[in-house]
C-alpha cells in the first residue's frame, strides 16, 4: 500500500516500526501522533492538517510541503527538521524546538509560536503575519524577507538574527533583544518597540517611520540613511550611534541619549530634542530648522554647516560647542550656555552675540 493511501495513523506507526521511513504523501488528516518518536520520517508532502503532534519527536524529519494547518505540534522535537514551503497557517508550535530547521518558505500565518526555540533556524521568504511569538529564541536565526508583518514579538531573542528585507511592519516587538542583529533594508513601520535593545544592530536603509522606540537601546548602532520620520525616541539611548543621512524629521526624541552619535546630514526638521543629550555629537550639515532644543546638552558637539534656523535653542548648553558655519538665523538663544562655544563666523563667543 502506498504512503498516500494511509487513512490511519496505526498503519504508519506499524510500518514506521519495521525501519520504514518513507511515507511521503500520506493522507493523515487529524491523525494522533502524540509523543511518538518518528525521527528521520519522511512525510513530505503529507497532508497532516489538524492533526495531534504534541511533544512527539521529530528530528531531522522532513516534512516539506506538508499540510500542517492547524496541527497541534506544542513541545515538539522538530531540530533540523525540514519544513520548508510547509502549511502551518494557525498551527500551535508553542514550545516547540525547532533549532536548525528550515523553515524557507513556510507558511506560519496566525501560527502559536509562543516559548518556542527556533536558534539558527532558516525562515527565508516565510510567512509569519500575525504570528504569536512572545519569547520566542530566534537567535541567529535567517529570516530575510520573511513576512512578520503584525507579529506578536514581545520580550523575543533575535540576536544576531538576519532579517535584512523583512516586513515587520506594525509588529509588536516591545522588550525583545535584537542585539547585533542585521536589520539591513527592514520594513518596521508603524511597528512597537517601546523598550528593545537594539545595540549595535545593523539597520542601514531601514523604514522606522511612525515607529515607537521609547526607552529603546540603540547604543552604537548603524543607523546610516535609515527612516525614522514621525518616530517616537523618547527617552531612547543613541549613544555612538551612527545616523549619518538619516531622516529623522518631525521625530520625538525628548531626553534621548545622543552622546558621540553621529549626525552628519541628518535631516532633523521639527524634530523634538527637548533636554536631550548631544554632547560630542557630529551634526555636521544637519537639518535642525524649527527642532526644538530647549535644555538639550550640545557641549562640544560639532555643529558645523549646520542648519539651526528657526530652532529653539532656549536654555540648551552649548559650552565649547563648534558653530563655525551654522546658520542660527531666527533661532531662539535666550538663556543658551555659549561660553567658550566657537561661533558661525569662527570666533570664540565673548558675550555679546546672541541674536
Known amino acids: 500500500?502506498?504512503?498516500?493511501?494511509?487513512?490511519?495513523?496505526?498503519?504508519?506507526?506499524?510500518?514506521?516500526?519495521?525501519?520504514?521511513?518513507?511515507?511521503?504523501?500520506?493522507?493523515l488528516i487529524g491523525a494522533d501522533l502524540s509523543a511518538e518518536n518518528l525521527n528521520r520520517i519522511n512525510l513530505s508532502s503529507a497532508q497532516l492538517n489538524g492533526a495531534s503532534l504534541i511533544k512527539t519527536t521529530l528530528i531531522r524529519a522532513n516534512l516539506s510541503n506538508a499540510d500542517l494547518r492547524v496541527a497541534d505540534l506544542s513541545k515538539a522535537q522538530l531540530i533540523e527538521t525540514t519544513l520548508s514551503r510547509a502549511d502551518l497557517a494557525k498551527a500551535i508550535l508553542s514550545e516547540a524546538d525547532l533549532s536548525g530547521a528550515?523553515?524557507?518558505?513556510?507558511?506560519?500565518?496566525?501560527?502559536?509560536?509562543?516559548?518556542?526555540t527556533l536558534i539558527g533556524s532558516s525562515l527565508i521568504g516565510a510567512k509569519v503575519k500575525g504570528a504569536k511569538l512572545t519569547k520566542v529564541n530566534l537567535t541567529g536565526a535567517t529570516l530575510s524577507r520573511a513576512i512578520l508583518a503584525q507579529a506578536d514579538l514581545r520580550k523575543a531573542t533575535l540576536n544576531r538574527a538576519i532579517l535584512s528585507e523583512a516586513d515587520l511592519s506594525e509588529?509588536?516587538?516591545?522588550?525583545?533583544?535584537?542585539?547585533?542583529?542585521?536589520?539591513?533594508?527592514?520594513?518596521?513601520?508603524?511597528?512597537?518597540?517601546?523598550?528593545?535593545?537594539?545595540?549595535?544592530?545593523?539597520?542601514?536603509?531601514?523604514?522606522?517611520?511612525?515607529?515607537?522606540?521609547?526607552?529603546?537601546?540603540?547604543?552604537?548602532?548603524?543607523?546610516?540613511?535609515?527612516?525614522?520620520?514621525?518616530?517616537?525616541?523618547?527617552?531612547?539611548?543613541?549613544?555612538?550611534?551612527?545616523?549619518?543621512l538619516a531622516n529623522l524629521k518631525g521625530v520625538v526624541l525628548k531626553k534621548a541619549k545622543l552622546q558621540g552619535a553621529n549626525l552628519s546630514k541628518a535631516n532633523l526638521h521639527k524634530a523634538n530634542l527637548f533636554k536631550a543629550n548631544l554632547s560630542g555629537a557630529n551634526l555636521w550639515e544637519a537639518n535642525l530648522r524649527d527642532a526644538n532644543?530647549?535644555?538639550?546638552?550640545?557641549r562640544r558637539a560639532g555643529l558645523l554647516l549646520t542648519y539651526l534656523t528657526g530652532a529653539n535653542l532656549s536654555g540648551a548648553?552649548?559650552?565649547?560647542?563648534?558653530?563655525?558655519?551654522?546658520n542660527l538665523n531666527e533661532a531662539n538663544l535666550s538663556d543658551t550656555s555659549l561660553e567658550e562655544a566657537i561661533m558661525p563666523n569662527g570666533t570664540t563667543y565673548s558675550g555679546a552675540e546672541k541674536s
Not at 9 to 27: I, Y
Open 1 to 27: 500500500m502506498k504512503a498516500s493511501q494511509f487513512t490511519t495513523e496505526a498503519e504508519l506507526l506499524s510500518r514506521h516500526e519495521t525501519g520504514e521511513q518513507n511515507f511521503s504523501g500520506a493522507k
Open 102 to 116: 528550515i523553515l524557507s518558505g513556510a507558511n506560519l500565518s496566525g501560527a502559536d509560536l509562543r516559548f518556542a
Open 171 to 244: 509588529a509588536n516587538l516591545s522588550a525583545a533583544s535584537l542585539i547585533r542583529a542585521y536589520l539591513h533594508g527592514v520594513n518596521l513601520r508603524g511597528a512597537n518597540l517601546e523598550g528593545a535593545d537594539l545595540s549595535e544592530a545593523d539597520l542601514k536603509g531601514a523604514d522606522l517611520s511612525g515607529a515607537d522606540l521609547s526607552g529603546a537601546d540603540l547604543r552604537g548602532a548603524d543607523l546610516r540613511e535609515a527612516n525614522f520620520s514621525s518616530a517616537n525616541l523618547s527617552g531612547a539611548d543613541l549613544q555612538g550611534a551612527n545616523l549619518t
Open 293 to 298: 532644543l530647549s535644555n538639550a546638552n550640545l
Open 317 to 326: 548648553n552649548l559650552r565649547g560647542a563648534n558653530l563655525i558655519g551654522a
